[in-house]
């Protein structure tokens, strides 16, 4: 059936499949193959004109869309209202579809300005970065050409650039100031300008702006200069040394904002209080205040000590002389420097200020000093004696403390130094190895105890007997020490001992994991007695008792094993059942260093003329042998050749008990010319060993068994045997 064209609103041919005419938005029957409506062009552009007018409607900020679509349903005429509202609404979705394109659009220009701008953004910020830099290094060169020049500032005749931006600051502040011109001229070549500027003086009270005033801090003094009148706009008031000066942060909540900025300068017997401009300023002052304090502090204590150790080699050369000439020098030892007796007035002060810095390298110095001092008087001695007290607890709570060896043994080194210097060494010591046994401790309880016994045992022998090496490295040229390091490290030897013996050797272990765990410890005692420290014996002495325990254990087991299979002993061919298992066999017993391929049975497949419990015997004779040999070290050697002896007496009395036949004869044969040589160097390496003897002494008829044996032997020999 063809679909007819039929006439819609439009003079176009239409077709019955219901689309809407994308022109006059007719509802009657188009198909898709149809061509477009001819509507006649006014009419058409008249609609787009009248759309793009109800489109612009949307955009305004006060448009109301219920009133819109109200007023677009009063228009609608009576008995077209389904073709006007299919009409309205594609209308709707046609500008719905527009708008979503054009937002899309825009967000993506918009996105790429944003990720163009932030790459601006970013190149800017390097930039900003960059010159930053370049400023911090000129200030810093800057600054320290001034400290350069600034020694030379009395010479004149070298127009350098050095000496500009030296003579700079110092022209700044005498065109600011007046009466300073002569003391900054005149100062010593070590003095300087260390930080000036202009702070507000508060009321002490009402803490009230009153005015501004300059402050001058030099190496030794500081300058406070009052507003001034005149051609200057300050004039100097005061200057005041820095050993009668405090500054004292103020913390008051009450002052707001400016209580950040607020310092205090306490100037016997007054105080004064000023505002800086920030709260970087004031830490400014503060710390470069008491830097300077300290500084001076310092330089006046060397000065000292230096006069002191100039006078007391003046008066050993004149005691020499007066020795030298018999005469009396009762005198000279009761005189009194006068120098020294000021020094030592001051020095408690001295020693307070070192301990409230943490400056204990100076305070050790300071009572060294004291110490070596002729002069004594008791008030003085009894003062400096608890500051040495003080020095000394100060120092041991330094290697006391929980985090005290975060950075290694060298964290806390220097304390360890000081108190050695204080005559405390023994101290010193003691503390330092107390520490690393906690710590030792500490890493210990972090080992967890493995399905591995000996994974275990090599990582807490590792832990222990590395830090016993290191702390003997670290003493080796302290021979002074040496008792307390060896007694220091029995101790920890028997702590790791006994985890040892707690966890591994009275758990039941195999005779491997017993011979293992041994050797083990003999290795790194090894390694100990590389660097001078013998502790073997202490190995012996603390394990032997759990060693003999579980080496008699094991061993009961296994004997009794080996009666069990002798009495069940049925003296037939080992069948192996397969070839494939025959061969897995030979090469086992190979490995072993035992050769078998020339008792291969003739008669029945996948035999060999041995019986099972000889091939059986042979592995457990092997591997005890290998066992045994590891302890023979130990001073349980006695015991490893008894059980070693008993072993091989209860298989020899089997085999020369049994019913002659040729299976005995080939099971003898590789028993005795093949086993009992190689279990024999194994365990003792020496020629002939304990099995040797025992066979010649005890099993006499057996000896036609042993002898030069080779690989490819035949029934022939062996009946001739």
């Given at each position: 059936?063809?679909?007819?064209?039929?006439?819609?609103?439009?003079?176009?041919?239409?077709?019955?499949?219901?689309?809407?005419?994308?022109l006059c938005?007719?509802?009657?029957?188009?198909?898709?193959?149809?061509?477009?409506?001819?509507?006649e062009?006014?009419?058409?552009?008249a609609?787009?004109?009248?759309?793009?007018?109800?489109d612009?409607?949307?955009g305004?900020?006060?448009?109301?869309a219920?009133a819109?679509v109200?007023d677009?349903?009063?228009e609608?005429k009576s008995?077209?209202?389904?073709?006007q509202?299919?009409?309205?609404?594609?209308?709707?979705?046609?500008?719905?579809?527009?708008?979503?394109e054009?937002?899309?659009k825009s967000?993506?220009?918009n996105y790429?300005?944003?990720?163009d701008?932030a790459?601006?953004?970013?190149?800017?910020e390097?930039?900003i970065?960059?010159?930053?830099?370049?400023?911090?290094?000129q200030?810093v060169l800057?600054?320290t050409?001034?400290?350069m020049?600034g020694?030379?500032?009395?010479?004149?005749?070298?127009?350098s650039?050095h000496?500009?931006?030296?003579?700079?600051?110092?022209?700044?502040?005498?065109q600011?100031?007046?009466?300073i011109?002569?003391?900054l001229?005149?100062?010593?070549?070590?003095?300087?300008?260390?930080?000036?500027?202009?702070?507000?003086?508060?009321?002490?009270d009402?803490?009230?702006?009153?005015?501004?005033?300059?402050?001058?801090?030099?190496?030794d003094?500081?300058l406070?200069?009052?507003?001034?009148?005149?051609?200057y706009?300050?004039?100097?008031?005061?200057s005041?040394?820095?050993n009668?000066?405090?500054?004292?942060?103020i913390?008051?909540?009450e002052s707001?904002?400016?209580?950040?900025?607020?310092f205090?300068?306490l100037?016997?017997?007054?105080q004064?209080?000023?505002?800086a401009g920030?709260?970087r300023?004031?830490k400014?002052?503060l710390?470069?205040?008491e830097n300077?304090?300290?500084?001076?502090?310092?330089?006046?204590?060397?000065?000292?000590?230096?006069?002191i150790r100039g006078?007391?080699?003046?008066?050993?050369?004149a005691?020499?002389?007066?020795?030298?000439?018999l005469?009396?020098?009762?005198?000279s030892?009761?005189?009194?420097s006068?120098?020294?007796?000021?020094?030592?007035?001051?020095?408690?002060?001295?020693?307070?200020?070192?301990?409230a810095?943490r400056?204990?390298?100076h305070?050790v110095?300071?009572?060294m000093?004291?110490?070596?001092c002729n002069?004594r008087?008791a008030a003085?001695?009894?003062?400096l004696?608890l500051?040495e007290?003080?020095?000394?607890?100060l120092?041991?709570?330094?290697?006391?403390?929980p985090g005290a060896l975060?950075g290694?043994?060298?964290?806390v080194?220097k304390?360890?130094?000081?108190?050695?210097i204080l005559g405390?060494?023994?101290?010193?010591v003691d503390?330092y190895l107390r520490?690393?046994?906690t710590?030792?401790?500490?890493?210990t309880?972090?080992?967890?105890?493995?399905e591995?016994?000996?994974?275990?045992?090599?990582q807490?022998?590792?832990?222990?007997?590395d830090?016993?090496?290191?702390?003997v490295k670290e003493?080796?040229m302290?021979p002074?020490h040496f008792?307390?390091?060896?007694h220091?490290?029995?101790?920890?030897?028997s702590?790791m001992?006994?985890?040892?013996?707690?966890?591994?050797?009275?758990?039941?272990?195999t005779?491997?994991v017993?011979a293992?765990?041994?050797?083990?410890?003999?290795?790194?005692?090894e390694?100990?007695?590389a660097?001078?420290?013998?502790?073997?014996?202490?190995?012996?002495?603390l394990?032997a008792?759990?060693l003999?325990t579980a080496?008699?254990?094991n061993f009961?087991?296994i004997?009794?094993s080996?009666r069990?299979?002798?009495?069940?002993?049925?003296?037939?061919?080992?069948n192996?059942?397969?070839?494939?298992n025959?061969?897995?066999f030979?090469?086992?017993m190979?490995?072993?260093?035992?050769a078998?391929?020339w008792?291969l049975s003739?008669t029945?497949?996948?035999?060999?003329?041995?019986t099972?419990?000889?091939?059986h015997?042979?592995?457990?004779?092997?591997?005890?042998?290998?066992d045994?040999?590891m302890?023979r070290?130990?001073?349980l050697?006695?015991?490893?050749?008894?059980?070693m002896?008993?072993?091989w007496?209860e298989?020899?009395?089997?085999?020369?008990?049994?019913?002659q036949s040729?299976?005995?004869?080939?099971?003898?044969?590789?028993?005795i010319?093949?086993?009992?040589p190689l279990?024999d160097?194994i365990?003792?390496?020496?020629?002939?060993g304990?099995?040797?003897?025992?066979l010649e002494?005890?099993f006499?008829t057996?000896?036609?068994?042993r002898?030069n044996?080779h690989?490819?032997s035949?029934?022939?020999?062996?009946?001739?045997v």
């Open positions: 059936m063809t679909n007819q064209p039929v006439r819609g609103s439009c003079s176009a041919p239409c077709f019955e499949e219901p689309l809407i005419c994308c938005y007719s509802t009657k029957g188009y198909s898709r193959g149809s061509p477009l409506c001819h509507l062009f006014p009419m058409a552009s609609h787009i004109m009248e759309s793009a007018i109800n612009e409607q949307f305004e900020e006060n448009f109301d219920i819109y109200r677009q349903l009063k609608m008995g077209d209202e389904t073709r509202l299919q009409t309205f609404r594609t209308r709707l979705n046609a500008i719905n579809t527009q708008s979503s054009s937002m899309k967000v993506f220009l790429k300005k944003f990720i701008t790459k601006e953004v970013s190149h800017l390097r930039q970065y960059e010159l930053s830099s370049l400023l911090s290094d200030r800057i600054e050409l001034m400290q020049t020694e030379d500032r009395s010479s004149i005749g070298t127009a650039l000496t500009s931006f030296s003579v700079n600051p110092m022209n700044v502040l005498m600011k100031m007046d009466g011109a002569a003391l001229n005149n100062l010593p070549n070590h003095d300087r300008v260390i930080m000036h500027g202009e702070v507000v003086q508060l009321d002490s009402s803490m009230e702006p009153q005015h501004n005033v300059m402050l001058i801090l030099l190496s003094r500081l406070i200069g009052q507003p001034s009148s005149g051609k706009r300050f004039q100097l008031e005061s005041h040394p820095l009668n000066i405090a500054a004292v942060n913390k008051d909540r707001g904002d400016t209580a950040t900025s607020m205090k300068l100037i016997f017997p007054g004064r209080v000023f505002l920030s709260a300023i004031k400014e002052w710390d470069c205040i300077t304090k300290r500084e001076l502090l310092h330089e006046g204590s060397l000065v000292r000590q230096a006069t006078k007391r080699r003046q008066d050993l050369s005691k020499m002389e007066s020795v030298n000439q005469t009396p020098v009762a005198e030892l009761a005189t009194k006068p120098d020294e007796g000021a020094w030592l007035n001051e020095l408690p002060a001295e020693l307070d200020d070192c301990i810095h400056d204990m390298e305070a110095e300071l009572i000093e004291w110490k070596s002069t008087e003085i001695d009894a003062q004696t500051r007290t003080q020095i000394v607890q120092l041991s709570e330094e290697v006391r403390r975060h290694g043994p060298r964290a080194k304390a360890i130094n000081l108190l050695t405390r060494a023994s101290q010193a503390l520490k690393r046994s710590v030792l401790r500490t890493t309880r972090e080992l967890a105890m493995s591995e016994p000996l994974s275990y045992v090599r807490l022998s590792q832990q222990f007997l830090v016993i090496s290191d702390v003493f080796l302290q002074e008792s307390l390091i060896l220091w490290c029995s101790g920890e030897l702590v001992l006994s985890l040892i013996r707690r966890h591994v050797i009275e758990v039941a272990p005779m491997a017993v293992h765990t041994w050797r083990i410890l003999m290795t790194h005692c390694s100990l007695i660097v001078g420290v013998d502790l073997s014996f202490e190995v012996h002495r394990l008792p759990s003999r080496i008699e254990t009961a087991n004997i009794e080996i069990l299979r002798i009495s069940e002993e049925r003296w037939k061919a080992y192996m059942e397969s070839e494939s025959l061969n897995r030979i090469e086992e190979s490995d072993m260093g035992l078998i391929d008792a003739t029945q497949r996948s035999s060999i003329n041995i099972q419990n000889a091939c015997f042979s592995r457990v004779a092997y591997v005890l042998a290998r045994l040999a302890l070290s130990s001073h050697r006695y015991l490893t050749d008894s059980l002896v008993k072993l007496s298989y020899l009395n089997h085999l020369k008990s049994a019913p040729t299976l005995q004869q080939y099971t003898s044969l590789f028993v010319s093949q086993l009992l279990c160097a365990y003792d390496g020496s020629a002939p304990i099995l040797s003897e025992l002494t005890k006499g057996m000896l036609r068994y002898g044996f690989t490819a035949s029934d022939e020999n062996v009946a001739h």
